[in-house]
């Protein structure tokens, strides 16, 4: 027995001295970890639960002038469905019904649906692509459908929320308004990419249910900014106009590409500005922004330029005649020709670009300028035309010019140069030259951007003023005859087709050639000028380039264009006339008035007419349904039916008056 | 005192669920704010394109209708008053 129980009490002992042991590893080994490796495995642990998220920051909207959005964030959406967590009985009852709606929806067969989920039921697809890039509505809608409207868990309903950047005028100066992604960054929102991007913040997050992660503090790490908005110069019914104008002519001259800008006067304010290119199917759409970044050979739409420089060097007067005669004139080895070999005979320098003479033009500069070509040259440049406009939209087209003495001159460069070859500008640069004309002289850049505000803060906007690129491009005489002359290329000249009696149309037109080295030729017909003459308030340019073909010339192609945006913005421009209305209080009248009222309203018994003006007796009598007949023509002196008798409609009376 | 920390200690346990229940709420409402947004914007789309002129003139085309050629002249009216007495 007390064998036994000192064997227990020794065993206990061992047990106890073990379990102390125990204890004590233990506590070593957690101080241990606490001690050496603690940070680590705080920091393990935090990493897991805790995060610094990205705060995105909202990126802003560019806007049209008018407020209307032309490009936005959203979500698009991709469904997707996990056919295998359906229940089998709800899919057998309801897939007809579901396939039906997506046939609907979709424009396929029923049948197409219905195989697809029944294969993808065999397959155990849990991830079946229905759709993508739906907008928020056809979202709804497709959710509402059968099967889908019990949710993901039941429904097998997965959605992808991704966040786009949006159109919402989708194809109209998209290329203007442009994008700034993994493609590259055109456009406005290219241009304005920093600003528009916003920065993003971040902040530090710890992990809850649900997926969820909560802010530990109070505050961000780094505050996220959110982007600027835009507000473009654009006027949307107005590019509407341009952009199915010029798509009219594109598509009745079958042409490979045009371009449109409609331009604010005085402000410099782009009001529109279209830009079309035709694909393979022979549609169009904004493919490049060909105003800003095509230099092409502006052909006679030049001849203004020559014109303005000889006028403000005093070398000829717009009266001063030329001999066109025959037709055409020899520079050189070559022969300048006047279009479709006309001979204009000896007319006045204005005549020359009314009728846009090649001949008259080379000789007018060559002439003057060929023993000092660098003072044609000084001219061009005093203008400014030989600069790039700085555009804030990316890609715009570098303006060329040969220099006289460089081997790019040769003995033809300067009467070539006289009606618009041998040279290069982009549509905007020629544009900006013409609105300098109409704007008294002062060229002002090219705007596409009026602010740049914050989004919920548009008091702090950063408004662009106009900018003036050159204060003055030439006296106010030389400006009077121009735009005079342009008035009459439109009234008796190149543009005649185009003139119209209400609203004064002034510019110039303009045919070239362009890429005639080339398989591919084409003929690039524009027009340019400004309106209303008297008082410019828009200017324009339109570019387009056909393929060789019969009707080619800038007045037939592009003409009408540059005619439809004039005449729709005469046409809502309304005029007030003011005519008086008179609010006359005369008592006799009024009391003769009320007589007549009173009688009146006893329509069953013959009244008092008696002293009665004739007249008024008759109109009375007559509504009330008697039959009047009456002798002489003053006051009502006797009656047939005395006062007081009560009538019937078709009774006869007789009156008698003075 | 002891009574004093637990209630503290309890109302510390229930602020920090508030606080989770809270971040759902906002993920929520974040997400209901998107869907809206999105919903705005394509409606917002659809009506601007159903505004633009030549929307409406293809739309009015059959009946006849087309925009004016002329400029609206406005009449307005300037009252005058008068008495005989």
């Keep these: 027995m007390s064998i036994n129980q000192e064997n227990i009490i020794k065993k206990t002992g061992l047990l106890t001295v073990f379990l102390i042991l125990l204890l004590v590893i233990i506590a070593f080994r957690i101080s241990y970890i606490q001690i050496k490796d603690g940070k680590k495995y705080q920091q393990m642990a935090d990493d897991i639960a805790q995060k610094l998220d990205t705060i995105y920051a909202n990126k802003g909207n560019v806007y049209s002038a008018d407020g209307s959005l032309l490009a936005t964030s959203m979500f698009r959406y991709e469904i997707r469905m996990d056919v295998a967590t359906v229940d089998d009985n709800l899919l057998r009852d309801s897939l007809s019904a579901l396939s039906k709606k997506l046939a609907q929806f979709f424009g396929e067969t029923p049948d197409y649906f219905k195989k697809k989920i029944k294969q993808a039921q065999a397959e155990k697809n849990r991830y079946l692509f229905i759709a993508r890039n739906l907008n928020y509505p056809d979202y709804q809608m497709i959710r509402s459908f059968p099967i889908f409207n019990q949710g993901a868990n039941k429904g097998g309903f997965i959605t992808i929320q991704n966040t786009v950047r949006e159109h919402p005028f989708g194809k109209i100066a998209q290329r203007t308004i442009g994008y700034d992604d993994y493609r590259g960054a055109p456009g406005i929102e290219g241009a304005y990419a920093a600003e528009l991007r916003g920065k993003n913040g971040m902040r530090l997050k710890q992990k809850i249910a649900k997926g969820q992660w909560k802010p530990i503090s109070d505050f961000n790490e780094i505050e996220p900014q959110d982007g600027k908005d835009i507000i473009t110069t654009i006027d949307v019914n107005m590019q509407d106009i341009v952009h199915h104008a010029l798509l009219k002519q594109l598509l009745t001259y079958n042409a490979q590409h045009g371009t449109a800008v409609v331009m604010e006067v005085e402000t410099g304010e782009v009001k529109a500005i279209v830009n079309l290119g035709k694909t393979k199917d022979s549609t169009y759409y904004e493919d490049r922004n060909y105003a800003v970044y095509e230099a092409y050979e502006p052909g006679s739409t030049f001849k203004t330029v020559s014109m303005l420089i000889a006028l403000e060097d005093k070398v000829i007067d717009t009266a001063q005649t030329v001999d066109t005669a025959p037709g055409y004139w020899n520079v050189g080895s070559k022969f300048v020709r006047d279009s479709d070999g006309h001979n204009y005979g000896t007319i006045s320098y204005a005549r020359a670009l009314e009728l846009s003479s090649n001949v008259g033009f080379a000789k007018m500069i060559y002439n003057n300028y060929s023993q000092n070509p660098k003072k044609f040259l000084a001219g061009i440049k005093r203008i400014g035309l030989d600069q790039k406009l700085d555009v804030p939209i990316k890609g715009e087209g570098a303006p060329y010019f040969p220099e006289p003495g460089t081997k790019n001159w040769s003995g033809t460069s300067l009467a070539w140069m006289s009606f618009g070859y041998g040279i290069h500008v982009t549509p905007l640069q020629m544009l900006t030259f013409y609105n300098a004309i109409a704007n008294n002289g002062v060229m002002v850049r090219p705007k596409f951007v009026k602010e740049v505000s914050y989004q919920n803060n548009k008091k702090n906007a950063i408004v662009y003023p106009t900018e003036i690129i050159n204060p003055k491009i030439a006296s106010d005489e030389t400006l009077a005859q121009i735009k005079n002359m342009l008035k009459n290329v439109v009234k008796k000249g190149t543009a005649k087709n185009i003139y119209s009696p209400d609203y004064s149309l002034a510019g110039k037109t303009g045919t070239s050639k362009a890429n005639y080295w080339t398989s591919n030729p084409s003929f690039v017909s524009s027009f340019t000028g400004f309106f209303p003459y008297e008082n410019p308030k828009y200017s324009c340019i339109v570019v387009v380039h056909i393929p060789y073909q019969t009707s080619h010339y800038g007045s037939v192609v592009a003409g009408p264009v540059f005619q439809r945006i004039a005449q729709k913005i005469y046409a809502t421009t309304s005029t007030v006339s003011k005519v008086k209305k008179g609010e006359y209080t005369y008592k006799s009248l009024e009391n003769k008035y009320s007589k007549f009222d009173e009688i009146k309203k006893k329509s069953n018994v013959m009244p008092n007419v008696k002293g009665m003006p004739g007249m008024d007796a008759v109109t009375l009598l007559e509504n009330m349904g008697l039959k009047v007949q009456y002798q002489g023509s003053g006051k009502v002196l006797a009656q047939s039916i005395n006062a007081g008798t009560p009538i019937k409609k078709g009774n006869a009376v007789y009156l008698t008056n003075k | ?85």
Excluded: C, W
């Design chain 2, 1 to 85: 005192m002891i009574l004093f920390v637990i209630a503290l200690l309890l109302y510390m346990i229930r602020a920090a669920h508030r606080t989770d229940e809270l971040v759902m709420k906002i993920a929520k409402l974040k997400k209901q704010e998107n869907e809206l947004r999105a919903e705005y914007i394509a409606l917002r789309s659809k009506t601007m394109r159903l505004k633009m002129e030549t929307t409406v003139m293809e739309a009015v085309k059959d009946h006849g209708l087309h925009p004016a050629e002329k400029p609206a002249k406005i009449i307005r009216e300037e009252l005058v008053k008068q008495k005989d007495e």
